[in-house]
């Protein structure tokens, strides 16, 4: 039986990983602004994972009644998650947000209206 393409892609890229010299931490800690900065999106991307709700990533598979519902389920407990966990810093809010790895229903409000009441506070 001939090995198709798509078979032997993943054994030629295991191949060359193995022959790689490159120090794939190094080089993870370099494109993520630095260990302490990496360490901490990984502390942030496992609070995501280990929520009950925000780990949730089924959307795909719920009508559009479901989705629209459990999406206000999911802003809340974001935003509940904020307080409660007093990520105060915006840095870590956009970390923890990228994490939930779907858009919520106030990317528009995030986007847009805080913005523009922040240009005209000042």
Request: charged share 30%; aromatic share 8%; glycine share 6%.
């Amino acid at each position: 039986m001939p090995l198709e393409l798509q078979d032997l892609a993943p054994l030629l890229l295991q191949r060359e990983r193995q022959r790689s010299d490159v120090d794939v931490e190094m080089l993870t800690n370099v494109l993520r602004d630095g260990k302490a900065a990496n360490d901490r999106r990984k502390q942030l991307v496992k609070v995501i994972e280990q929520h009950p709700v925000l780990s949730d990533r089924d959307m795909a598979f719920r009508n559009h009644t479901e989705r629209y519902n459990f999406g206000l389920k999911k802003a809340y407990h974001y935003v509940k998650l904020l307080e409660e966990g007093g990520y105060s810093d915006p840095l870590d809010q956009q970390t923890l947000y990228k994490a939930l790895g779907e858009p919520l229903g106030f990317d528009v409000h995030r986007a847009m209206f805080i913005p523009t009441l922040d240009r005209g506070a000042k």
